[in-house]
């Protein structure tokens, strides 16, 4: 399995609060992604890294930033966080440079807003 | 227009048929594919990545790709009730950087 952690792996908190999670690798891969999962929509991009310092929006980035300041860790954080930001959410990572740019997943973070 | 759509199903196969999942892309300009199996509860998992026009075989899995179309497509033959779970259409859309952009998924079950 590749080297990818994402921490908490569970998580309520209350609406209004910032919420950190975090994404770790061991495998020097230069993409991070995150993505959240809910009913019906697949997994959805909500930003993501393509080097240190790089980065950017997804299809649903509203009221979340992201950091990436060492190529191992991929911040996501919720500035305020509301109810409908209920959801599983995923990193990933990959590289373009291996032959089969495949991505590898976390194994997800489960965020409650209550 | 979504950038990656697929049929949400739920699509429903017996047991020994080919199930069929269909995805059609936005990007003319994108360059990989990928068919990923989730199961409930889990991660997404690789089974099949495309990057040329025509079929790409691998066991019961054969991956279609049609750039013309921007269409992609899964057969999984002899389905097993072990094929259950939500598959996952995936493409690099390249716009400067690589972005990895998922449909919304088909929910397959196979009934034994």
């Known amino acids: 399995d590749a080297g990818i952690t994402q921490s908490p792996r569970h998580k309520v908190t209350e609406t209004g609060t910032p919420v950190t999670l975090r994404c770790h690798q061991t495998?020097?891969?230069?993409?991070m992604y995150w993505y959240r999962q809910d009913p019906g929509h697949g997994l959805r991009l909500i930003h993501y890294s393509y080097g240190v310092k790089d980065t950017d929006k997804g299809e649903v980035s509203d009221g979340y930033s992201v950091s990436r300041s060492k190529t191992e860790d991929f911040l996501l954080t919720l500035e305020s966080a509301t109810s409908s930001q209920t959801s599983v959410y995923f990193c990933?990572?990959?590289?373009?440079?291996?032959?089969?740019?495949?991505?590898?997943f976390g194994q997800g973070t489960r965020l409650t807003v209550v | 227009q979504k950038e990656v759509e697929q049929n949400s199903g739920p699509l429903s196969v017996p047991e020994g048929a080919i199930a069929s999942l269909n995805c059609t892309y936005s990007?003319?300009?994108?360059?990989?594919f990928f068919w990923y199996r989730q199961y409930s509860g889990k991660s997404p998992e690789l089974i099949m990545s495309i990057y040329s026009n025509g079929d790409k075989e691998d066991g019961r899995f054969t991956a279609q790709l049609n750039k013309a179309s921007q269409y992609v497509s899964l057969l999984i033959r002899d389905s097993q009730p072990s094929d259950s779970a939500t598959y996952l259409c995936?493409?690099?859309?390249?716009?400067?950087?690589?972005?990895?952009?998922f449909g919304q998924g088909t929910r397959l079950t196979i009934n034994p």
């Open positions: 495998e020097n891969h230069r993409y």
């Open positions: 990933a990572i990959s590289d373009p440079t291996i032959p089969t740019g495949r991505a590898f």
């Open positions: 990007d003319r300009g994108s360059q990989s």
């Open positions: 995936a493409v690099n859309l390249i716009q400067g950087a690589q972005k990895l952009v």
